[in-house]
Nanobody, 124 residues
Framework: VQLQASGGGLVQAGGSLRLSCTTS????????MAWFRQAPGKEREFVAA????????YYADSVKGRFTISRDNAKNTVYLQMNSLKPEDTAVYYC??????????????????WGQGTQVTVSS
């Protein structure tokens, strides 16, 4: 399983970015997908998840209503649409694939495959 994240960059507060995670094979349909982020000096934290079956989505409280996770099965790609960005959203964003149980889907250790990160910087 290979994951490649892209789409990061520098944006002003209030702006938008869309991150993409292109995957190998049928990863997006065979695994649950998620985005995590890590700011300097902080632990990696959960951002959003998309369940393998049913397609239910889950979000961290800090991004709920602003971020949207989605997938395009035909393109084997997962997206993270980020709107109304804030300086505190600045971090390296990672996409990941795994088969976590529901109670663990916000836990990084529950995911088995990780892509390289993409930097998101939000200026005030």
């Amino acid at each position: 399983v290979q994951l490649q994240a892209s789409g990061g960059g520098l944006v002003q507060a209030g702006g938008s970015l869309r991150l993409s995670c292109t995957t190998s094979g049928r990863t997006v349909t065979n695994y649950g997908m998620a985005w995590f982020r890590q700011a300097p000096g902080k632990e990696r934290e959960f951002v959003a998840a998309l369940r393998q079956s049913g397609g239910n989505t889950y979000y961290a409280d800090s991004v709920k209503g602003r971020f949207t996770i989605s997938r395009d099965n035909a393109k084997n790609t997962v997206y993270l649409q980020m709107n109304s960005l804030k300086p505190e959203d600045t971090a390296v964003y990672y996409c990941t694939a795994g088969r976590p149980i529901l109670s663990a889907l916000r836990t990084a250790q529950a995911y088995s495959h990780w892509g390289q990160g993409t930097q998101v910087t939000v200026s005030s």
